[in-house]
């Protein structure tokens, strides 16, 4: 278990606040992606890191979102405005090592902006 | 079209029941398969590796078919705690480090 901690767990935010979301993996990992789901679109890629570098944002839905991965062990997604369309739940997951197809999920950050 | 497609469901089995769930993708590199299964209101989490061998774990066997790009889980004498939603995905990358893609999931509930 790669332990990924996500925080908040939970966040009401109103429309056009600052939204920050973390992301801990406990070991230290190179790769991390980000994840967002909902009922109707299921669970997208938003942003992965590969060496902590962003490899593929095109899942980034648009300039609001933006997302840094500083070291192994921290990273972090903003919504800069947010919009109630973007309530959701984000999300951070790792690769198990040594076997880079099995990733860990975080709980996930429970996003509703009203 | 949606790389990865699943039966939303809900499948309503009883318990004891066989159930399977089938999937299938779009795209032809696709290089590993998996099953996740997801908990009301938790994180995904593997359930099992998906091989062109079959491969069986339990009471959980997967199937791939690479020539029709179809995946299938088949789950026998299904018990309550099977209750959740089971996630077909794939991963396009040679890396272990390239991300994988999700189906939407089929919801699954076992009844008493």
């Known amino acids: 278990d790669a332990g990924v901690i996500q925080s908040p767990r939970h966040e009401v935010t109103e429309m056009g606040q600052e939204v920050t979301l973390r992301c801990k993996p406990i070991?230290?990992?190179?790769?991390l992606f980000w994840y967002r789901q909902t009922m109707m679109r299921g669970l997208e890629l938003l942003i992965y890191?590969?060496?902590?570098?962003?490899?593929?944002d095109s899942g980034m839905p648009e300039d609001r979102f933006s997302a840094k991965m500083p070291n192994a062990s921290f990273s972090t997604l903003k919504i800069q405005p947010s919009e109630p369309r973007d309530s959701a739940v984000y999300f951070c997951?790792?690769?198990?090592?040594?076997?880079?197809?099995?990733?860990?999920f975080g709980e996930g950050s429970w996003l509703t902006v009203v | 079209r949606k790389e990865v497609e699943q039966d939303p469901g809900p499948f309503n089995v009883p318990e004891g029941a066989t159930v399977a769930f089938n999937c299938t993708y779009s795209?032809?590199?696709?290089?590993?398969f998996f099953w996740y299964r997801q908990d009301c209101r938790k994180e995904p989490k593997l359930l099992m590796s998906?091989?062109?061998s079959g491969n069986e774990d339990g009471r959980f066997t997967a199937q791939l078919n690479r020539a029709s790009q179809y995946i299938s889980l088949l789950i026998r004498d299904s018990k309550l705690s099977d209750s959740a939603t089971y996630l077909c995905?794939?991963?396009?990358?040679?890396?272990?480090?390239?991300?994988?893609?999700f189906g939407k999931g089929t919801r699954l509930s076992v009844i008493a």
């Open positions: 890191f590969n060496n902590n570098v962003p490899i593929d």
């Open positions: 995905v794939v991963n396009i990358g040679r890396s272990g480090n390239t991300p994988l893609v």
């Open positions: 070991s230290g990992h190179n790769s």
């Open positions: 795209n032809s590199a696709s290089q590993s």
């Open positions: 998906v091989y062109s």
């Open positions: 997951a790792v690769p198990k090592h040594g076997d880079g197809n099995t990733i860990y």
